[in-house]
C-alpha cells in the first residue's frame, strides 16, 4: 500500500519541498489540535470546579440559614417555657395599667397589689403569644437577654433623690395618679 503522497511524488506532480511543507504543516495543526485539546479540557475542568465551589458555597449558606432558624425556635421555645413556668396572675382587673409598646400605648386591667408590684419593678410584662403576661423581673431580665423586643415593660426602682432647696419635697405624687 503506497501513500497518496509518494503516488504524487512517483506522477511528478509534487516535489520534495511541497511534501516536506505539507508535512511541516500537518504536524502543527497536529499540535495545534493537541494544545487546544488540552485547553478545552482545562477550561471544561476549571468550569466543573468553579460549579462545585458555587454548589458547596450555596450548600453551607442553606445550612447556616437552617442553623439561624432552627436556634431562633430553640429561644423562642426557652422564652415561651419561662413565660408560661413563672406566669404571675393578674388579679380582679379593676385598676387598668397604662405602658407603652414601641409606639403605642397599650392597657392591662390588674389588681391593685399587682399594679403596686408593677410600680416597685418588682414584676415586669412581657409579650407572649399576641397578649401581655406579667413575670417576675428576674425573668425578665432573662428574656430579655434573649429577645428585648420581647419584655415590654421593666420597672427598675430608683431611689427618689430629693434636693434640700426644692420647695416641694413634702407635696409626693402618688403612684397610682393618672392624667
Given at each position: 500500500m503506497?501513500?497518496?503522497?509518494?503516488?504524487?511524488?512517483?506522477?511528478?506532480?509534487?516535489?520534495?519541498?511541497?511534501?516536506?511543507?505539507?508535512?511541516?504543516?500537518?504536524?502543527?495543526?497536529?499540535?495545534?489540535?493537541?494544545?487546544?485539546?488540552?485547553?478545552?479540557?482545562?477550561?471544561?475542568?476549571?468550569?466543573?470546579?468553579?460549579?462545585?465551589?458555587?454548589?458547596?458555597?450555596?450548600?453551607?449558606?442553606?445550612n447556616a440559614q437552617r442553623d439561624a432558624a432552627a436556634a431562633q425556635k430553640a429561644v423562642a421555645a426557652q422564652i415561651a417555657q419561662m413565660v408560661t413556668t413563672n406566669r404571675q396572675p393578674k388579679g380582679n382587673g379593676d385598676i387598668p395599667y397604662n405602658f407603652t409598646m414601641g409606639t403605642r400605648i397599650e392597657r392591662i386591667h390588674v389588681s391593685g397589689k399587682v399594679r403596686d408590684h408593677l410600680v416597685a419593678g418588682r414584676l415586669a410584662i412581657v409579650a407572649h403569644g399576641g397578649g401581655f403576661e406579667l413575670v417576675p423581673r428576674v425573668i425578665a431580665e432573662k428574656i430579655a437577654e434573649r429577645a428585648p423586643e420581647s419584655v415590654v415593660r421593666v420597672t427598675k426602682a430608683a431611689p427618689q433623690a430629693v434636693e434640700e432647696d426644692d420647695p416641694y419635697a413634702d407635696f409626693k405624687i402618688p403612684d397610682d395618679f393618672t392624667w
Open positions: 503506497v501513500s497518496l503522497q509518494e503516488q504524487l511524488l512517483k506522477a511528478g506532480l509534487v516535489d520534495k519541498k511541497k511534501v516536506k511543507l505539507a508535512n511541516q504543516e500537518k504536524s502543527k495543526q497536529h499540535k495545534i489540535e493537541l494544545r487546544t485539546g488540552v485547553e478545552k479540557q482545562n477550561a471544561s475542568r476549571e468550569a466543573a470546579l468553579e460549579a462545585q465551589r458555587k454548589n458547596a458555597e450555596r450548600a453551607r449558606e442553606l
